[in-house]
C-alpha cells in the first residue's frame, strides 16, 4: 500500500460518523446494508449519511450495489485488510513470528468479499 492510500483511508475514518458507519458496515459482513437502513441505525438525516458514504467510497473503504431502488453499501474488506496490513508490516521489526501473543498477529478478518471469515 502507498503511503498516501493510508493517509486516505485513515483521513477518512478520522471522523466519529465515518468511523461509525464503516464500523456497522463491517458488523454487517459482505452481504452489506441499505443506505436507508444506516440512516435509522445511527441516526443520520440522509443528507448527511451521502455525504459520509461519498467520503468512505472516495477513500476506497466502501462500494455501493443497486439492488432495484435501494443501494446496498459494504466494507470494501481488502482495503481494510491492507491497510491494517501497512499499519503492523513493520510490528516487532519485522519478525512477527517472535512477537509476544496478540501484538500483532497480522490477522486477516475477511478473505473475500464472498463472505469468507476468519
Do not use: W
Amino acid at each position: 500500500m502507498e503511503k498516501s492510500v493510508a493517509i486516505a483511508s485513515l483521513s477518512a475514518l478520522a471522523q466519529e460518523t465515518r468511523l461509525d458507519i464503516f464500523r456497522l458496515l463491517v458488523r454487517a459482513g459482505t452481504e452489506g446494508m441499505p443506505a436507508g437502513q444506516i440512516g435509522e441505525r445511527l441516526g443520520l438525516p440522509s443528507a448527511t449519511l451521502a455525504f459520509h458514504l461519498k467520503e468512505l467510497k472516495n477513500a476506497g473503504l466502501v462500494t455501493f450495489e443497486r439492488n432495484g431502488r435501494s443501494l446496498i453499501y459494504s466494507a470494501v474488506y481488502p482495503a481494510m485488510n491492507e491497510l491494517l496490513g501497512y499499519l503492523t508490516e513493520n510490528c516487532c521489526r519485522g519478525d512477527v513470528a517472535g512477537c509476544d501473543v496478540g501484538v500483532c498477529d497480522g490477522a486477516i478478518l475477511v478473505t473475500s468479499k464472498k463472505g469468507i471469515m476468519q
